[in-house]
């Protein structure tokens, strides 16, 4: 079996012209990630740059709204550009550029990984160039014009569906085009070894942070750590240092759009089954003959139709369990957490704030929840105002 | 080593040695034009035939092979209807012929049961893109079981991997003349004798190139270093101009190709 495995998942299901440059990714990581100065600058940026660490902020109105577990929102959102994108961005530019790389290409979906990638290329002195499904970039407008003030390029995505996917598929065809001066900076826990353990481990930061925090304010672990999956990387960041605490439930919510049942949908663990598909073997929605379906999420960040190998392991080893919500409930959630605790979540964090308004009163007081608001929701206030029928365009 | 029991050996006997490769997307623009064209292209000297399985998301192709995929997918073309094609191809031919897709139609339709479809129709050869060798062993077995052979890939950045893939490779070696994609190229710059000669020193299967080769001067050019041209979106363009009236251009074209192979020395 070939290398980065997880269970079955996982793999290296490349074309051969990447293999070279994959083997050398691993490697340069193997080799800074141990290095004491790459360490101490990551930090550095993490720190003095990206504002870590984040809060863990106690809710309390929202905890006597609910009526049962102690909620914790930890504040993903209050990083610098406004999401957990920056945490891993940070890490893998960075190692580009010991890498001797000049330029990084990424994929994005609602722009929070553009944004954060172009940022960090702006602030490394990297060439940036990012592709994005041309749907998302008129879903997210905004976004892309925020991504070209930070001096990079954005490729919109007319193949496929024009969504996440297909953004993905064209930053492997660029990279196969061009490796040598060029790192992929992938922005979730998928895609081929060594991507999903890079990814992980510069994530992995928020349950470090998470872990510390709870003890301090609790005294003990929390009953369950609750966040959104698309690829899955707020969410492997905020599962991985609970993982060997076998006490705390790891629950991860997916995209459910208009329903399971539904042919609009992203739930990539409810309806979806094994496959071969961007580097992984992992589970993807797909029709009967293996071709990839189009998926539909009103986030667009969870706008994809697979789920990174780490997760899908942990989902058939049974430790983390994996809930559809819907854009509806999403929604519900956007509006709810924005009246009762004063913040304006993205709505794929929404997704994550819906399933812990429906199960926490199932937890005793002395209890706690801690939820990952993996960004924040400027960015998705018009696209929820459309949902509302209120004609407001950005 | 089990050697396969296939028709690829026929494919490099031709009098130079040297043999030229065609692709088709399968159901491109339609199942009877697939079927038509595969003729064509015996009839004009191809020596094997390389029948794409479209995917929605074919991350090798460039904009040409992508689009044809696009085609075949929204004429309701599926890995039954490329069986079917090929059903319908050995009906009247024996050309060697293989598969062109990705792991995922395959994995999906289950490993044993795809292979055992291709043996019965006479399959030879599977090549897939996203199989590289670290991962080949899950589909490599089930395909020689039934006696097809899965095409190793050599690319421009393989370097030191180049013997370690040659060493283990059956059928024929495809060799991937440029970076990025496939699609037509004015120019090919990589030293593919060299990658050729370093392959030759640890095998003596047949290595074919392919990626970006469209005129005869190219063909002539790549044959001359290895052991056939292999072309794909050349011949998928004029399946995009002429449609369903394509099958004149093919032949024309196809062997304005094989002449321009075959006009190699040994």
């Not at chain 1, 001797?100 to 160039?129: D, F, W």
């Not at chain 1, 297909?166 to 826990?189: F, H, I, K, P, Q």
Request: net charge negative; aromatic share 8%.
């Amino acid at each position: 079996m070939s290398k980065g495995r997880y269970g079955i998942h996982g793999g290296q299901y490349v074309s051969e012209t990447l293999m070279n440059e994959l083997l050398h990714l691993e490697e340069s990581y193997e080799h800074y990630k141990n290095d004491p100065d790459f360490v101490r600058e990551l930090n550095d940026l993490l720190n003095e740059y990206a504002g870590r660490p984040s809060l863990l902020y106690y809710a309390e109105k929202m905890t006597k709204d609910l009526g049962g577990a102690k909620i914790y929102l930890k504040r993903e959102d209050l990083n610098h550009t406004g999401s957990h994108k920056i945490n891993n961005v940070l890490g893998q530019v960075l190692l580009a550029k010991k890498m001797g790389k000049t330029r990084i290409i990424a994929e994005t979906g609602a722009g929070q990984h553009g944004v954060a990638t172009a940022t960090a290329a702006a602030l490394l002195g990297m060439e940036c160039e990012i592709y994005m499904g041309k749907e998302d970039t008129e879903r997210q407008a905004l976004n892309v014009y925020r991504m070209e003030l930070l001096g990079a390029k954005v490729h919109p995505v007319t193949t496929g569906t024009q969504t996440l996917k297909d953004a993905v598929n064209e930053c492997m065809r660029e990279w196969t085009n061009r490796v040598n001066d060029t790192l992929y900076v992938l922005g979730s826990v998928m895609g081929p070894h060594p991507f999903p353990m890079i990814v992980r481990d510069f994530q992995s930061v928020i349950s470090r942070e998470a872990r510390q925090q709870i003890l301090e304010k609790e005294g003990k672990l929390p009953a369950a750590v609750v966040a959104c999956v698309g690829g899955g990387s707020n969410s492997m960041g905020m599962f991985w240092n609970f993982i060997e605490d076998k006490e705390v439930e790891l629950i991860g919510c997916e995209a459910a759009g208009k329903g399971v049942d539904t042919a609009e949908t992203a739930a990539t663990i409810a309806t979806g089954s094994l496959g071969i598909f961007h580097g992984m073997k992992s589970y993807f929605c797909q029709d009967e003959y293996g071709q990839i379906a189009p998926v539909y999420s009103i986030s667009a960040g969870l706008d994809y139709p697979g789920i990174g190998p780490e997760h899908a392991n942990l989902h058939d080893t049974g430790r983390a369990q994996y809930v559809p919500v819907t854009d509806d409930e999403a929604v519900d959630a956007f509006e709810y957490i924005a009246r009762t605790e004063g913040i304006i979540c993205a709505v794929e964090s929404a997704h994550a704030v819906a399933h812990v308004r429906k199960i926490a009163k199932n937890y005793s007081p002395d209890q706690s929840i801690i939820i990952c608001l993996s960004g924040r929701g400027d960015k998705d206030v018009a696209a929820i105002a459309r949902y509302r029928g209120v004609d407001l365009h950005e | 080593m089990k050697t396969l029991n296939n028709k690829l050996d026929k494919v490099f006997s031709t009098p130079n040695g040297k043999a030229f490769i065609c692709f088709l997307t399968a159901g491109d623009p339609a199942a009877d034009c697939t079927v038509e064209y595969i003729l064509e292209m015996e009839r004009a000297g191809a020596d094997l035939v390389e029948i794409g399985i479209p995917f929605s998301d074919p991350t090798a192709e460039g904009v040409v092979i992508q689009d044809a995929n696009i085609r075949a997918l929204k004429n309701g073309m599926t890995t039954d209807g490329a069986f079917e094609i090929v059903r319908r191809v050995r009906e009247k031919s024996q050309i060697p012929l293989a598969f062109m897709t990705y792991a995922n139609p395959v994995f999906h339709y289950g490993y044993d049961r795809f292979f055992t479809r291709c043996e019965e129709l006479g399959i030879d050869a599977i090549i897939i893109p996203d199989m590289p060798y670290e991962e080949k062993r899950e589909m490599e077995e089930p395909a020689n079981a039934h006696n097809v052979a899965l095409v190793s890939m050599i690319a421009p950045t393989s370097e030191d991997r180049i013997q370690t893939i040659a060493s283990e490779a059956k059928g024929f070696i495809y060799v991937v003349s440029s970076m990025g994609v496939t699609g037509v190229r004015s120019e090919i710059k990589t030293d593919l004798g060299a990658i050729v000669e370093s392959i030759r020193k640890v095998t003596d299967v047949p290595c074919a190139i392919g990626f970006g080769i469209s005129t005869p001067e190219q063909a002539k050019k790549m044959a001359a270093v290895s052991d056939g041209a292999i072309v794909g979106s050349a011949i998928v363009k004029l399946i995009a101009k002429y449609g369903e009236q394509a099958g004149p251009e093919i032949y024309k074209y196809v062997k304005s190709m094989k002449d321009a192979v075959g006009e190699c020395g040994r």
